[in-house]
């Protein structure tokens, strides 16, 4: 059976690559076949789920390859990372943006955050891009995500 290859994307969207869920903070997330995320929670079954505003957290996976030119293999999750994508830059996305993320949709809350005691990717390799290129979101409207989904920004 010849695999079509995805459709063309437009500009200013990209790739679901992986979906990843922790059920504790503060430890790498792990690859899931699909997340299910919930209006004003986050992802079912997340650590950080709950009414405040980082619900969900979003890396490209352009961000994680300048650390594995480091020399360090990292699988998706590594940095606490629920969505990584590919082809959309989400650090120059501005706060209140909206995303259309397989079913779902979600406002972008935050562009980085505080690194205050550095990671063990930091600790290895001297650096770490959550600080400048992980986004934070809030959930407006309820769905599945699962890895080959489209991310889209919505237009204002």
């Known amino acids: 059976m010849i695999k079509k290859s995805p459709k063309p994307l437009a500009p200013g969207s990209g790739r679901i690559i992986a979906v990843c869920l922790s059920p504790v903070r503060g430890t790498p997330k792990v690859q899931v076949p699909r997340i299910d995320l919930r209006a004003f929670w986050g992802a079912e079954g997340d650590a950080h789920a709950g009414p405040w505003h980082r619900q969900l957290s979003l890396l ?14 990292i699988l ?3 940095f606490g ?5 590919a082809g959309i830059e989400l650090q120059f996305l501005r706060v209140g943006a909206r995303l259309r993320v397989g079913a779902a949709e ?13 990671c063990e990717i930091f600790k290895r390799v001297g650096m770490c891009v959550m600080p ?15 890895p080959g989904d489209v991310i889209e920004l919505v237009p204002d």
Not at 60 to 73: H, P, T
Not at 106 to 118: A, N, Y
Not at 133 to 146: E, K, L, M, T
């Open 60 to 73: 490209a996976n352009e961000s994680a390859d300048l650390v594995r030119k480091e020399g360090l293999d």
């Open 76 to 78: 998706p999750g590594a």
């Open 81 to 85: 990372e629920n969505i990584v994508t």
């Open 106 to 118: 979600i406002e972008l809350t935050q562009v980085g955050k505080e690194c205050h005691d550095h």
């Open 132 to 146: 400048s290129q992980g986004v934070f979101c809030r959930v407006i409207q309820s769905g599945p995500v699962s």
